[in-house]
């Protein structure tokens, strides 16, 4: 065993159960169920008890004792809407169970061994992997406003297990999917799957954009909601604050229309808005805000269709600057 840091002793304060073969330790995978929507139900993980590497044989779920960490404990922060490892959050989490590990010379230990980066690309999925969902419920999507034609349109799912959101997530070039997010419908439960999947570099709905005009919200059900409205094409930056990427991905469109969270009552939305400024300079977008005049809603999910309808042909002009929304 390696002083730098006691890998069983880890395993016992995470939570994990496993049997001891030579060097490894083997067991149910942590995330099986995150990476594939189902238990594991053969032990096929397996973790080195000197170096923390892990590695499951059967739905691919691998990285180091860091990153199993972050994972078990969801010790992640958001930057520019993106989900990254909090490593502090683990550090402190363990020094906090007495655990003398020095993750310096962990990085450096395991990147002169293996020679690879502790950030890792995210499992691959595949389509077959949202057969376990099922449609909506309706009485969730009446509960919201939602018409199940706009659920199909952007191939929302639920988990009827764990009453659970399935919010599918592309890539902006060909559609292929990348993961989804998991939104609770009972409370305020949100979870990328697979970890670490970077939702920054594309829209919710991206495969729906329209040539002509785009709508840009921040939740992908607002999407729903301007969709059962009677709008085509609205995307979503699942969160408050557009990344770089986005603004890339949103040049594809003639005109765009922010309809994020109403700067007038919510501060995230309106420096969500000021940033669409800085993009606009920057990538030549044709901006117009939508226009909340006319209601007190926070967002265009608690707005009425008629409401929906006026906030988007009356949406004001980004040449008025921050004037335009607040």
């Known amino acids: 065993m390696a002083e730098l840091f006691d890998v069983q002793a880890v395993l016992e ?7 001891i073969v030579d060097d ?40 180091s004792l860091v990153s199993l960490v972050c994972d078990v404990n969801d010790m992640y922060k958001e930057i520019w809407g993106e989900r990254f490892p909090d490593y502090q959050a683990a550090e402190a989490w363990l020094k906090q169970h007495k655990r003398e590990i020095s993750f310096e010379k962990m990085r450096e230990k395991l990147q002169g061994t293996f020679k690879f980066e502790l950030k890792e690309e995210p499992p691959q999925v595949e389509e077959s992997h949202l057969a376990v969902y099922s449609e909506p419920p309706t009485e969730f999507l009446h509960a919201r406003g ?21 919010l599918p997530l592309r890539d902006s070039q060909q559609a292929k999917l990348l993961g989804w997010q998991v939104k609770g419908a009972k409370d ?31 939740s992908p059900l607002d999407c729903l909601r301007i969709r059962t409205a009677g709008f085509v094409g609205a995307v979503a930056i699942c969160g408050s604050q557009a990344t770089e990427e986005q603004a890339k991905i ?18 995230a939305g309106k420096k969500g808005s000021q940033i669409f400024l800085q993009w ?25 269709n008629s409401e929906i309808e006026w906030a988007i042909e009356n949406a004001k002009s980004g040449i008025l600057g921050s004037k335009a929304f607040v």
Not at 202 to 217: A, E, P, R, W, Y
Not at 280 to 304: C, E, I, R, V, W
């Open 250 to 267: 949103l040049r594809r469109s003639e005109e765009v229309i922010v309809a994020l969270d109403n700067p007038r009552k919510d501060e």
């Open 146 to 166: 939602l018409g199940r034609e706009a659920a199909q349109y952007y191939g929302v799912l639920w988990d009827p297990r764990k009453s659970n959101w399935i």
């Open 280 to 304: 606009s300079a920057k990538y030549n977008l044709n901006l117009k805000y939508f226009n909340y005049d006319q209601t007190n809603a926070k967002d265009p999910g608690d707005m009425t």
């Open 188 to 218: 305020r439960y949100f979870r990328n799957h697979p970890t670490g999947l970077r939702k920054g570099h594309t829209l919710f709905g991206v495969d729906k954009q329209q040539f002509q005009s785009v709508i840009v919200v921040e």
């Open 13 to 19: 304060e995470l939570g994990v159960d496993v049997e």
């Open 24 to 63: 490894n330790a083997r067991g149910m995978c942590p995330l099986h169920e995150a990476v594939t929507g189902k238990e594991d139900r053969n032990p096929s993980w397996f973790i080195h008890l000197e170096t923390g590497t892990h590695h499951c044989f059967s739905c691919g779920y691998k990285g």
